[in-house]
């Protein structure tokens, strides 16, 4: 390694460090130079259609990958990414948005640039960026340039949220010092507090006298570092655990012990009976949205909590600040004394079976998800955008190592299919070593589908394994069981979805063998034991029909509730 | 009229009485009780495929209508919104942007709802409008929710800027106060100020004085407010007048003295020489971007320049402020005394001719504008994106009362297409009472199209008679010629663009006989001379290849600088 280096190389070379492979974004004419180091670095580029989708792809890839990088134009670029970054702000997506600006000489002279308004301020989009990310910084000059980058990236990695970095289009080329680049990026640890024996001596004696304890993992464990600790305290105590939506995919299903997902009200009843009466929930990475908890009903009350959140641990309504999450979990394990905990009979699991779906029943919400679930391999990824896809999602029995994505907190719709993307795209880069192959499976309603389909076009480009099925059901089902059932502003456009293929650019001979639609559940059964749907290569489309109105769970709720208020005649039919 | 209104019909009537006619949005959780109202006040709803499209589209029908309301929900759709409303800022169209957002208990209590980063704070995305808005609002109670809406309407009407309306989900039936719908929102006339007399007679002796002047017409005159009065000014005086890239299709082309575009060194000779030894150069509605300037090579000098402006007007270097143009011009076209000034000749108008091209010759920048400019008519409305088409689009001679919109200040690609859904849109609106029909043509590169191409989709739904000619040139050749030109990274994957009619779901035979490609000109001259193409209805997409690296004017400028600097190895070839 040289003592100099090019801004853009050191910036490229420490995301490589940090396990980037690949970048997002769109060029534009004030990041094109910095666009022409990043295939030379060793980074392969993605282009996306536009900035949201980009940025949406750059969340997917993060929740794979850990970190991923989007590079967009001033202005115009960063402002239509602004959506995506706050959905990975919200659910601690670490993307590192660099935003080529214009060159420093027509900052500091407030040129009337295109891509301004024409008034000589260049700092509102920065300004507005506070709003959505972690950390900013502005890199001015060669001598602070490398600390900066350093320093950006040390916070996406601590906050687990996005960050914006401004890149003048005339810096990418300028020479800065390499020094920093002899060692990797090192976040530091903190230190442990004073208090640390006693919170670990509280929790020993919890769980140590717990008699009906449980297991809580929700989706902020991946900020928390904790996912193999926590895999070796589920089977060492294996005592039953469950996920929240967010957390669904980062347990092992396939443990006797685990039982999926708590819906506490709307899921089964003896699973509600036994989290409502146990005396210990050891509650990992906490995150309480209505969406992700069912309305709150889903979380532990504090008497029975020991909750493990970002830099504090609550016991009881005891808040123990500034302690690693991590580092006491893990003297947890190295102290638990396994002979002294209880074994506790779980509740009965609930068996899931097809055989009572006929060949001739259309396909609906309350059949359609069990019948795909059986073609999901170990490691593959599945992904239920927001709408009715999120909750019947819900229910998927995962293999081993699979992950999955559904409606957390953020619930952008449009979301899932660039996500998609950068979660198959990170996927095929960790399998590299392995030589491993996974599929990406997209489950999307056609009202999401039309914010953002023209991402199909990159997949097919990117020659990624990935099958999308498609619930027409003629528009927003998810809005409609909330409010407006019959009201127009609820339809979509008619698209032709099995024309998506050709459209957007695939061989023609692909396009004819990998587009599939099914009314009912007889054809659903034949398409799904067709092998290139369930182990195809490139990207498959199925098309499946539901009704306008059909919905299950807490949609279901909302939409029996709405009803009964037309009845009333408080609402409009 | 009642004494008393539900608040969303209180606004909704507001529009209708300022002339709104169409809403365009995305429904959302946080919006859904406020659409209830949209149809019943007699407005239309045009449900976009996204957010971004929809603020584009809004920004279209307001460029065309004089004002336009958006609706979107809390978060997710505002801030995809977020670059269309900037675009809007930047080029000075009013669109009142209506966010849906949570119910006040959930705001007030800082319920974790989605939708927000689950923290409780709900003022985020409000403070990130203040950056691209001309003034915002939140509407929280009875009492004033009128007024404060009556205000944000002139805001949007006096700064001609996009405004903030936050309208929490509970209130859009509770009854307000209809007192001020009595009378039309009025807009108060600013007061002449004391130095009003000494600017008409300074103005007055420059224009008797002169002895080669000329108008000078920018897009900002639309603002102003002054359209009509410049074309009797246009048409008293007989001089010479050209427009901006921004003021081209405010003025009538078809006169005489009208000359269309300034573009100084990059138009033609004559004119140059006759804008640079003006004496007077009466200049209406100034922008100065680079984009809209040809790099300020078209600013004119102090010394000759007279310049009305927003609230102010300039004699040389003396900026007179707080004062109507609008008021000024009026007194001087009643006070011109037509006898006392000069009749100048103007430099030669350039002939533009097309019998130079032959059938055989491929479509390329320099033959395409000519061929396709005889299909405009009057009242027509021609839109040609940031890219090749907008610098090529820039020759067209137009038609009366044609509107024009190109690249001037924000330049975002994507945005034409739902812009042209706007303006089409609003136009039918305009003609419904004559009975007229007129098109809409779009000139679109390929790779601005795949940023927003779902909107075609609801064109279509809208039965809106528009034409659609894609340049397909692989990529963005705007972003090869200013760097990169070889490089991967400005190409797009491929689409098969003649597919886009049956994918976006036109009936099966209108997209047989409304779809049509052409290489060369031989053969696109039989597409423009078909009737479906120049008289059409309904969408109709025409494809044309064109080079990878064909570009004429500054982009051919920039694209030989490029190549100049890899000659000397100072750039990547």
């Known amino acids: 390694m040289t003592d100099n280096i090019r801004l853009a190389d050191y910036l490229f070379t420490r995301l490589r460090q940090l396990g980037v492979g690949s970048i997002f974004g769109v060029p534009g004419d004030y990041n094109l130079r910095l666009l022409d180091y990043v295939v030379p670095a060793g980074l392969h580029w993605v282009g996306n259609c536009n900035e949201l989708n980009a940025a949406y792809a750059a969340d997917g890839y993060s929740r794979i990958n850990g970190l991923s990088a989007l590079i967009t134009t001033f202005g115009v670029g960063e402002l239509s990414a602004a959506n995506g970054i706050a959905g990975a702000y919200a659910e601690r997506s670490p993307v590192i948005h660099i ?90 640890k903190v230190p442990s507090p004073v208090h640390e024996p006693q919170v670990l001596s509280r929790i020993l004696e919890r769980v140590y006298s717990a008699k009906q304890p449980l297991i809580l993992v929700d989706g902020e464990s991946v900020a928390l570092g904790i996912l193999d600790q926590l895999d070796t305290l589920i089977k060492s105590t294996n005592w039953p ?23 506490a009200g709307f899921g089964d009843q003896p699973a509600k009976e036994y989290f409502e009466s146990a005396d210990l929930i050891l509650t990992f990475g906490p995150h309480y949205s209505d969406t992700n908890t069912y309305f709150w009903t889903t979380v532990p009350k504090d008497a029975a909590a020991i909750t493990f959140k970002d830099s504090t641990i609550q016991i009881d309504s005891d808040v123990y600040r500034d302690i690693s999450p991590a580092d006491v979990l893990t003297q947890l394990l190295q102290t638990l004394d396994s002979s002294r905990i209880i074994k506790p009979t779980g509740p009965p699991k609930q068996e899931v079976t097809t055989s009572d779906i006929k060949d001739t029943d259309i396909i609906a919400q309350n059949n359609f998800y069990r019948l795909v679930n059986p073609i999901f391999r170990e490691g593959d990824i599945i992904l239920a955008e927001t709408g009715t896809a999120s909750y019947g999602g819900r229910s998927f029995k995962l293999p081993p190592k699979a992950r999955f994505f559904s409606a957390v907190t953020w619930l952008s719709i ?55 099925i498609i619930i027409n059901n003629e528009g927003y089902t998810i809005e409609r069981v909330i409010h407006g059932r ?8 008619f698209w032709r979805h099995t024309q998506a293929l050709s459209y957007f650019g695939a061989d023609e001979e692909h396009v ?61 039919g």
């Not at 997209?442 to 389909?453: E, N, P, W, Y």
């Not at 019959?486 to 456009?493: E, F, G, M």
């Not at 099914?518 to 290569?537: D, F, P, Y």
């Open 99 to 188: 935003v080529g600006t214009p060159p420093r000489p027509l900052q500091s002279s407030r040129a009337l640039m295109h891509h301004t308004f024409s008034d000589g301020e260049y700092g509102r989009f920065a300004a507005m960026s506070i709003h959505i990310t972690a950390a900013q910084t502005k890199l001015s000059d060669s001598h602070t340039a490398p600390d900066k980058i350093d320093w950006i990236l040390q916070q996406a990695l601590i906050h687990s949220r996005p960050v914006y970095l401004e890149l003048p289009d005339d810096m990418p080329g300028i020479l800065v010092s390499a020094a920093n680049l002899k060692a990797p990026l090192a976040v530091l």
């Open 486 to 493: 019959k009201q127009p502003y609820n339809d979509v456009p």
């Open 241 to 263: 655990t469950w996920t929240s939506v967010y957390g669904k995919g980062l347990v092992n299903e396939s443990y006797d012990n685990v039982y999926g997902l708590y819906a």
């Open 512 to 572: 004819a063998q990998n587009t599939f639609t099914a009314k009912t559940c007889g054809e659903l059964r034949e398409v799904l034991k067709n092998e290139r749907v369930h182990s195809g290569q490139g990207v498959r489309i199925v098309e499946v029909i539901m009704d306008r109105e059909d919905a299950q769970g807490p949609l279901l709720y909302l939409l029996n509730k709405q009803k009964a208020e037309e009845q009333k005649g408080s609402l409009p």
């Open 414 to 468: 449009g979301f899932m299919l660039p996500c998609t993307l950068g979660t198959a795209l990170a996927k095929r880069e960790q399998n590299q070593a392995s030589g491993a192959s996974n599929q990406t499976t997209l489950i999307i309603g056609d009202g999401s589908l039309q914010m953002t389909a023209q991402e199909i076009s990159v997949m097919i480009k990117e020659k990624l394994n990935i099958l999308i």
